[in-house]
């Protein structure tokens, strides 16, 4: 992981293998050329104030994302200027905001991977500005390299000549003294730390990331932190009625389980409950995907690697409220064992479900997992899943769907989603789609219409939701995996989305924001 560290000396005397500055696209009125944002100024006066136009001939724009470099001045020990775009400024003075500076300085921390030490001089007045940076540079520089041992040609090791992340990032301008800079600092940490580690989980092969090693996983992280945990094997699940984690799980060699991690503070006024589909890999059962849906399958517990990092976040932020994460851990496989269209399973809460397609797993483990956390009846209970394709076609690769069955409470989940700078959208339960899960052998089918097929799977998940409970769901298909090119602080591979926005709800629940 990149350190982090504070100074406030200045930008000619520090050493490093960079310095990384900002430059914004300007409006027409400013003749349309980049402009050097604050932070920039000791380099700026290097140059006798002609950087921008020296920018302007290397090619730069100031467009997002937008990577620009060029020696340093005369007089600086630092030998390299790194100017990232932040998009386009629509008045000269104005301050970009938190979530631009994020991902320039995520885009800057990927752009400099192999270097020791880079300077961020970008504009940091205040402490959302400092946590900002902090964050983008930590999830900008996460790389995911543990099975890239050997080259192309007789296995020899190659680490040695393999670019690894940026090893150190100083923020500069930022007195380390100050109370609310560092707290900034801190969180940005903590909340990246375990960010990437949700990354990690997503992109561990599934060979080696089965339910089993999940839990353990948890077990060692609550551990360390002080966080309670209780994991449910298959036996405990036979035990205890969990047919929907049970049905799913029955084709693999890997049995399912469920784990509950319970952070509690002797603060805490108010209880939230989160719950994680974990499909360790989802081959879709008896219902197989087609060819060239499997290959990225392993990312199907991406909403309980969510809920454990918000889990253990929230644990080292110290926040005061008590949070429960609920992970539904299970294996989806085809096999003389499995699950078949047309069984009927009993769930936790006694419901039965006539299961009409086995790739429509996900919700059936959920099931389980929103009655367990409404049996402690929770202020609110958020699930995070990568439940439907039908939801990447509605809002796209990058941004999540939130339902809800509570209007005042999904309007809050998007704030907080929108505070953490994570593209999130409204989505509705329309009744009249809740016909067509009508099943003539069970309580409900686990599919109804075609048509609005993520608007489905929330009203299935509200069926089991314990009665008077506030609940909102959060289908992350889209954006919890990045098939493309990385983007600002955004890697190719796991991403870690809904993270931020559960640690922000808790954060606003904590402090009496939320109500």
């Given at each position: ?7 406030t000396?200045?930008?000619?005397g520090?050493?490093?293998d ?5 430059v ?33 001939t290397?090619g730069?724009?100031?467009a ?5 470099k ?7 020990k630092?030998p ?6 932040l ?5 000269k ?9 994020r ?33 983008g540079?930590?999830?900008g520089?996460?790389?995911f ?10 296995g020899k ?6 670019k690894g ?5 100083v ?7 100050d ?11 903590a909340?990246?730390?375990e960010?990437n580690r ?5 992109n ?16 060692a ?12 094997d298959?036996?405990?699940?036979a ?11 029955a084709?693999?060699?890997s049995?399912p389980?469920?784990v ?7 603060k ?14 989802d ?13 990225t399958?392993k990312c199907?517990?991406?909403g309980?690697a ?7 976040a929230?644990?080292?932020?110290g ?5 429960t994460g ?7 496989m085809?096999?003389?064992?499995a ?6 399973l ?15 797993e996900g ?8 009655w367990a ?8 209970i958020?699930d995070?899943a ?17 339902m809800a ?10 704030e ?9 959208w ?12 009508d ?17 489905v799977?929330?009203?299935?998940l ?7 409970i506030?609940?909102?769901?959060l ?15 955004t890697p190719?591979g ?8 559960l ?13």
């Amino acid at each position: 992981m990149t350190a982090l560290t504070l100074s406030t000396a200045a930008l000619p005397g520090l050493r490093a293998d960079a310095i990384v500055i900002g430059v914004a696209k300007g409006t027409a009125s400013a003749a349309g050329g980049p402009v050097v944002v604050p932070g920039a100024e000791a380099v700026d006066k290097a140059y006798d104030g002609r950087l921008a136009g020296v920018l302007e001939t290397l090619g730069a724009s100031g467009a997002e994302g937008e990577v620009t470099k060029l020696p340093a001045p005369t007089g600086f020990k630092t030998p390299l200027v790194v100017a990232v775009g932040l998009g386009t400024q629509t008045e000269k003075d104005a301050a970009p905001d938190t979530e631009a500076l994020r991902r320039a300085a995520g885009v800057a921390a990927r752009a400099l991977s192999g270097s020791k030490k880079a300077v961020f001089a970008l504009p940091m007045t205040d402490a959302a500005e400092v946590g900002a940076v902090a964050e983008g540079a930590l999830l900008g520089a996460y790389s995911f390299d543990a099975y890239k041992n050997a080259d192309d040609a007789g296995g020899k090791d190659k680490k040695k000549n393999r670019k690894g992340p940026l090893a150190e990032a100083v923020l500069a301008g930022v007195p380390s003294r100050d109370k609310a800079f560092k707290a900034a600092v801190e969180r940005a940490t903590a909340v990246a730390e375990e960010l990437n580690r949700a990354r990690d989980l997503i992109n561990t092969p599934p060979n080696d990331l089965d339910p089993e090693a999940f839990a353990a996983v948890a077990q060692a992280a609550a551990k360390e932190h002080g966080i309670k945990v209780q994991v449910l094997d298959e036996k405990a699940l036979a035990k205890g009625g969990h047919g929907g984690i049970l049905g799913v799980g029955a084709g693999s060699a890997s049995g399912p389980r469920l784990v509950k991690l319970s952070y509690t503070s002797a603060k805490a006024k108010k209880h939230l409950a989160f719950v994680g589909k974990g499909i360790t890999y989802d081959s879709g059962g008896i219902s197989l995907k087609p060819a060239g849906h499997n290959e990225t399958m392993k990312c199907d517990m991406s909403g309980a690697a969510a809920v454990f990092a918000a889990v253990v976040a929230a644990a080292r932020l110290g926040l005061a409220v008590n949070v429960t994460g609920w992970l539904a851990l299970a294996e989806n496989m085809p096999s003389g064992s499995a699950t078949r269209p047309g069984d009927v399973l009993r769930m936790y809460s006694g419901k039965t479900v006539e299961v009409l397609n086995t790739d429509a797993e996900g919700r059936l483990v959920l099931a389980d997992a929103l009655w367990a956390a409404s049996e402690e009846k929770p202020d609110a209970i958020v699930d995070v899943a990568t439940l439907t394709g039908a939801m990447v076609l509605a809002l796209g690769s990058r941004t999540f769907g939130i339902m809800a069955n509570d209007d005042t409470f999904r309007a809050a989940v998007l704030e907080a989603a929108e505070e953490a700078g994570e593209p999130a959208w409204p989505m509705p339960l329309p009744e009249h789609l809740r016909k067509g899960m009508d099943s003539t052998v069970a309580d409900i089918a686990n599919m109804g219409e075609r048509m609005g097929g993520g608007l489905v799977a929330g009203l299935f998940l509200r069926e089991f939701v314990g009665e008077g409970i506030t609940w909102a769901h959060l289908d992350i298909a889209g954006p919890a995996f990045n098939e493309g090119g990385p983007f600002g602080y955004t890697p190719k591979g796991g991403t870690g989305s809904a993270v931020r926005t559960l640690v922000r709800l808790a954060e606003q629940t904590a402090s009496g924001e939320l109500g």
